[in-house]
């Protein structure tokens, strides 16, 4: 942990950011505000009327034409997966982009279009690492002038006019930006965008970028996190996830790697603290993501939380939560500003979950964890030329809301036999605790890269102090090989097995196999847990196994979190669903039928004393945006 903040400097930061106490019943930005809580204090939807919920509109993605008409040509190349955007809305106006990368504003009451504006992104071809996918876009308002920032995939930051739907032509090159140019290297934008919105605070727009995890090289894009002014484009500063000659963790990066590693990007969602003045950055896995030879020592700020003064970028603080990764344990999801009280004590934090299944909790300030985490002794590697870290942190409290390791504790168990046939199946791969890293016969990793948690992230509830955090199961096989060809340089990647089976088509381990867990971060313990969703419980029924009850589906979107409940969509069992959860308990009060698989985090936003839910759904060549309230 690293810190070069003091209180007093603190206080000295001016701060500059969009009032909601006039605007309440806005969702004005991607977690409902800045700090990413997904929280609203609306209470008109709650458990005695929630059943009434009902479509009022629904909006289909202007994109679905382009993919039918690729499709007419033979081009079924161009079409994106799941759209995955949540809107925003701020005086009665929904922004939204879609997977291709326009932006459309529309009528929140009514859901009629209003404006649309075309990138065109989607031209340059598909997309570095997820393909055709974004998330969603930022709003700012200052001296009567109102801009939608959105970065695209083609690596453009755009600045929109909120009102008209046209590029300011006074910001940058006539209301655009190349993201590619100014990162100190030649950018192949194949390989570099971006998926998450611009984080918008103190009159600066923060960008971040994703980079492809499958590298044809040891050198890739770097993963540098940049500001610009929201008025002129201009550059206000970078902070370097890979610090340069004569930079604080330079050392970090042994013979010289630091000047051709890349990646150790912060793809997900980032998150301020408006009147701290403070900017929250979770960053990923340098190149490559399973093999770290070529980039010897702890390889700062890989898989950190970084704190960053936001009017010039200034590291403030910064903790570490895998030493030299090899996992690809990148830090998936918005950090959490929440507001505790510990041993008496109340604490500015901030939360950060991760696919380890840890939630890590810091005063927010200073950087100080507001429970130990221990170093502790992990497996080292036996692959030619990899050094790992002899230890990695371990958070004390909270406990980890995902089982973790291959072990007793985790195997299947339904049957003595099924237990066997599972211990038969792993004993053709390394297997172990936590950390246990890849090999050249194969290591199974658990929880694998998809989480534990994921980017859809966690919600928080500042009455109760209780945390929500959808998660899901899931082991892997990391199987090592040596490169050859093009990418020989690489020395090894990832290649052979993949994964592991369970016995007779069941999950290798125990169930829930996707979970909801209320923690509470006053105390630091589980107020709950739930299983998330049926998941394959009638299919083992059917082999003759004792109901075992809901044991979970992996498929899960972000919670949302109101005054009254928590909603949070699923795909499960052939039903798309939004479900309404008690807070206080778990238990499930209402399923609403959606029509397409849930995609995107849901949100909600009242407009002439009427609360509306509003959730992407489906992909390819039907998105769409539904809307949901009482009559």
């Known amino acids: 942990m690293h810190s070069r903040l003091s209180f007093s400097s603190v206080l000295a930061i001016i701060t500059w950011s969009v009032s909601l106490s006039s605007t309440a019943a806005d969702w004005p930005s991607y977690g409902g505000d800045n700090g990413s809580q997904k929280y609203s ?9 929630v059943s009434n919920l009902e479509s009022v509109w629904a909006w289909d ?13 033979g081009d079924n190349r161009a079409s994106p997966a799941g759209y995955k955007a949540t809107p925003i809305v701020v005086d009665a106006t929904m922004y939204v982009p879609t997977s291709f990368g326009r932006i459309v504003a529309l009528d929140a009451v009514s859901g009629q279009q209003k404006w649309i504006f075309d990138t065109r992104a989607w031209e340059a071809g598909r997309p570095a690492n997820l393909g055709y996918n974004t998330r969603g876009v930022a709003y700012w308002e200052a001296a009567g002038e109102q801009r939608i920032f959105f970065a695209t995939n083609d690596s453009t930051l755009w600045s929109i006019d909120a009102v008209t739907g046209q590029p300011d032509t006074g910001f940058a090159n006539n209301g655009r930006i190349d993201l590619s140019l100014g990162l100190g290297r030649e950018i192949d934008k194949s390989q570099y965008g971006v998926v998450s919105p611009p984080l918008v605070t103190n009159n600066r727009v923060v960008v971040n970028s994703i980079v492809n995890d499958g590298p044809s090289g040891k050198e890739m894009p770097p993963g540098h996190v940049r500001a610009f002014n929201p008025l002129t484009g201009e550059q206000e500063w970078m902070f370097k996830t890979i610090p340069q000659a004569g930079e604080f963790g330079n050392e970090s990066w042994e013979d010289g790697s630091w000047e051709y590693s890349g990646n150790t990007n912060s793809w997900t969602i980032m998150s301020a603290d408006d009147e701290l003045g403070i900017v929250y950055i979770p960053i990923g896995t340098p190149t490559n993501d399973w093999f770290g030879g070529l980039r010897k020592g702890d390889n700062l700020f890989a898989e950190s939380l970084v704190a960053v003064r936001a009017e010039d970028g200034e590291l403030l603080w910064h903790f570490q939560m895998v030493h030299h990764g090899v996992w690809d344990y990148d830090l998936p999801a918005a950090p959490t500003l929440v507001d505790i009280t510990v041993d008496g004590r109340p604490i500015k ?9 840890f939630t890590y909790v810091f005063d927010r300030i ?17 692959v030619p030329g990899e050094v790992l870290s002899p230890t990695q942190p371990f958070p004390t409290m909270p406990p980890p809301f995902e089982p973790q390791g291959i072990s007793d504790e985790t195997l299947v168990d339904f049957t003595a036999e099924l237990r066997q046939q599972a211990l038969q199946n792993i004993e053709a791969f390394d297997y172990g605790p936590l950390f246990t890293p890849p090999s050249l016969r194969g290591a199974i990793q658990f929880p694998g890269w998809a989480g534990g948690g994921e980017w859809h992230g966690a919600a928080f509830d500042p009455d109760t102090g209780l945390y929500y955090v959808p998660s899901a199961s ?11 060809g093009e990418r020989s340089e690489l020395e090894y990647i990832r290649g052979g097995a993949r994964s592991v089976d369970g016995p007779q088509g069941l999950p290798l381990t125990k169930p829930p196999y996707s979970r909801i867990t209320a923690i509470n971060l006053n105390t630091g313990e589980h107020e709950w847990m739930v299983p998330h969703g049926e998941g394959i419980r009638q299919q083992i029924i059917d082999m003759g196994i004792l109901d075992p009850g809901p044991v979970g589906s992996p498929s899960r979107t972000g919670p949302l979190l109101t005054k009254t409940l928590l909603f949070i969509a699923q795909s499960d069992g052939g039903r798309n669903l939004l479900r309404a959860f008690d807070k206080a308990t778990g238990e499930i009060i209402h399923e609403e039928e959606l029509p397409l698989p849930p995609q ?17 759904v489906g992909g390819g060549g039907d998105s769409r945006l539904v809307t949901l309230a009482l009559p």
């Open 41 to 49: 204090a609306l209470d008109q939807i709650n458990a005695l009327n």
């Open 61 to 73: 993605s202007v994109d679905n034409a382009t993919v039918a008409d690729n499709l007419a040509r």
């Open 349 to 357: 934090a901030v939360a950060a979950i991760s696919k380890q299944g």
């Open 366 to 382: 200073s950087g100080e964890p507001v429970w130990p985490i221990e170093e502790r002794a992990v497996p080292q590697s036996t």
């Open 474 to 484: 899931g082991p892997i096989v990391v199987q090592l090989r040596e490169a050859r």
């Open 600 to 616: 995107g985090t849901p949100m909600t936003y009242m407009v002439e004393d009427r609360q509306f839910i509003s959730i992407a």
